[in-house]
């Protein structure tokens, strides 16, 4: 099994980024799918999760700037971040999770830095 997270990159406040997150060895249309962050000296927190059926959540702090989707013909999520600010700085994770099982991706790191 293998979650392969790229997309991340520098870009300037109130930029965009798409990540892309590719997913390897999983039955996807039956997993749950998520985005974490990790910020420079903080706990990795949640930032997106859509559901197998497409149901969608978002940490408060994206909320409005960012859209995850889905495509299972693809096996693949993405993340759709707009207005872009410093404190969306940090590696962010793609997360898959099934029935009794779970897995993670290797994380690609975001800054937003003028």
């Known amino acids: 099994v293998r979650l392969q997270a790229f997309g991340g990159g520098l870009v300037q406040p109130g930029g965009y980024l798409r990540l892309s997150c590719a997913a390897f060895?999983?039955?996807?249309?039956?997993?749950?799918m998520g985005w974490y962050r990790q910020p420079p000296g903080k706990q990795r927190e949640l930032v997106a999760l859509?559901?197998?059926?497409?149901?969608?959540n978002y940490a408060d702090s994206v909320k409005g700037r960012y859209t995850i989707t889905r495509d299972n013909a693809k096996n693949a999520v993405y993340l759709q971040m707009n207005n872009l600010k410093p404190e969306d700085t940090a590696v962010y994770y793609c997360?898959?999770?099934?029935?009794?099982?779970?897995?993670w991706g290797q994380g690609t790191l975001v800054t937003v830095s003028s």
């Open positions: 060895g999983i039955r996807f249309s039956l997993y749950g």
């Open positions: 997360h898959a999770v099934g029935i009794g099982r779970t897995y």
């Open positions: 859509i559901a197998s059926g497409g149901s969608t």
